[in-house]
């Protein structure tokens, strides 16, 4: 592990090949997190919608780059955490995302 993995703030997420292409992961920290790969990308948002807060990796749908809520539908883009249709209002916050030695790491401090 490179000594860029070992900080405080580098959530390990899991190997690049566990996380196919359009798909998510829930990160379980506080508050939890949802990891994409959208395409061979990573990117992470806060995992709960902010409408109702819901799980997005655990009940959402991803599609061209979206993840769309399983309760009433909103939906974000994962890219940038924007509100890409309602119910929801507020954005998504986002976090940084790296891959090191073939292992995806979310950094918590947004």
């Not at 919608?49 to 009433?72: K, V, Y």
């Not at 974000?76 to 976090?95: E, I, K, M, S, W």
């Amino acid at each position: 592990m490179t000594a860029m993995a070992e900080s405080e703030h580098l959530v390990r997420v899991c190997p690049v090949g566990e996380l196919a292409p359009g798909n998510v992961k829930r990160v379980d920290v506080d508050p939890p997190i949802a990891v994409y790969n959208i395409d061979g990308s990573f990117y992470a948002t806060a995992d709960w919608c902010t409408h109702d807060r819901s799980s997005l990796a655990d009940e959402g749908f991803i599609d061209n780059g979206q993840i769309e809520c399983g309760w009433h539908f909103a939906k974000f883009c994962v890219r940038t955490g924007a509100v890409t249709a309602p119910p929801a209002v507020q954005p998504l916050a986002t976090y940084s995302v790296q891959v090191i030695d073939d292992v995806v790491y979310v950094d918590v401090t947004g």
